[in-house]
């Protein structure tokens, strides 16, 4: 299943960050976001909720539907999700209006309409803070939410109430983040998924 780079790749990754004291899943996960992002100094950032990995990696094995918060989120994950399980891959935005409302957001319009079609959706956050508190504000239930959402203005705010929230997560303490992270995270879920299945 994997290329000879990438497995290259991911034992000189795994000799540079050292012993992390994480579980298996969750350090395929760091390993995954680090080979996405040539990022060694995410490491200290990434935190997981108890159990995360492994409620994920059950949902994903049964099909659960994907949601994401961009079309390049999903595009990133769709190849990996036709590969393995078939999951249903969807942006939020196909739920959205052309035009938001004034105050509103398109993403945070979205994510309430696609939560209500997929209420137990792995959710993944990478540019949109303002879907990330709206799904937060509803008392959503998804599977699993990967909130990594990037930049400065509402960001450290809705990971601060995603760690606060009780729901199964992964996210990325600070500013960092992006539809390529929050993809590499749900990609190296579905490859231990299926793994987990074939070994």
């Given at each position: 299943m994997d290329h000879p780079i990438f497995t290259e790749s991911i034992a000189r990754i795994q000799a540079w960050l050292g012993p992390t004291g994480l579980e298996a899943a969750e350090q395929e996960v760091l390993e995954r976001l680090v080979h996405s992002s040539g990022d060694l100094s995410l490491a200290p950032l990434l935190r997981f909720s108890p159990g995360a990995c492994d409620l994920a990696i059950a949902a994903l094995a049964?099909?659960?539907?994907?949601?994401?918060?961009?079309?390049?989120?999903?595009?990133?994950?769709?190849?990996?999700?036709?590969?393995?399980?078939?999951?249903?891959?969807?942006?939020?935005?196909?739920?959205?209006?052309?035009?938001?409302?004034?105050?509103?957001?398109?993403?945070?319009?979205?994510?309430?309409?696609?939560?209500r079609a997929h209420p137990k959706a792995l959710v993944l956050i990478g540019s949109a803070p303002t879907a990330l508190m709206r799904l937060l504000a509803l008392g959503a239930t998804p599977a699993l939410v990967i909130g990594m959402p990037v930049g400065f203005v509402g960001v450290k705010e809705s990971k601060r109430e995603l760690a606060r929230s009780g729901l199964p997560h992964i996210r990325l303490e600070g500013s960092r983040g992006g539809a390529g992270l929050v993809a590499a995270a749900l990609n190296a879920l579905l490859r231990r998924a299926w793994l987990n299945q074939t070994e």
């Open positions: 049964a099909k659960a539907v994907i949601l994401t918060d961009t079309a390049m989120a999903a595009a990133a994950v769709a190849p990996m999700a036709a590969r393995t399980f078939a999951n249903p891959v969807h942006s939020v935005l196909d739920w959205a209006p052309n035009l938001a409302p004034a105050g509103e957001t398109r993403t945070a319009i979205g994510i309430e309409q696609a939560l």
